[in-house]
């Protein structure tokens, strides 16, 4: 696995996973940049969002639970000036009939799994997880 950051003008980057796939990133425009792309710290927070969602995925598919709608809501926080982040949220919204206990089984085998987050235990980051069932208009 490879990624390249190829500075563009100011602030912006785009950063190539070398597959083909980019994305631009910069600062805001309060921080020197042009707002052209989400900072490389929100992309890490954007990065957990979106691995817990494609592993709950993977694993929702081998314990045959179906559902209609997925959304994770990743809210992180920097406590007394820390530079990283201290604290993570995490909210799995979901549409589905399963039971609240499959789910949530669900999502314990997702967080083992999923390998942006275990880099963010690692790294020491206390996370909490909340599960939130809804039906879709």
């Not at 805001?28 to 691995?51: I, N, Q, R, W």
Request: aromatic residues 6%; neutral net charge.
């Amino acid at each position: 696995m490879k990624a390249t950051t190829t500075w563009t003008k100011g602030m912006s980057s785009i950063i190539t996973n070398n597959r083909g796939h980019e994305i631009t990133i910069d600062l805001p425009e309060a921080k020197g940049g042009d707002d052209l792309g989400a900072t490389a710290f929100e992309v890490c927070l954007m990065s957990y969002s979106g691995c817990v969602n494609t592993i709950f995925n993977v694993v929702a598919k081998k314990m045959r639970i179906e559902f209609n709608s997925l959304i994770v809501d990743t809210i992180g926080s920097q406590k007394d000036g820390a530079p990283t982040f201290t604290d993570l949220e995490v909210e799995l919204k979901i549409d589905s009939k399963a039971s609240d206990n499959k789910i949530e089984k669900c999502l314990q085998q997702t967080l083992k799994m999923c390998p942006v987050g275990v880099l963010f235990h690692q790294a020491g980051v206390k996370t909490t997880y909340k599960i939130e069932k809804f039906q879709k208009a």
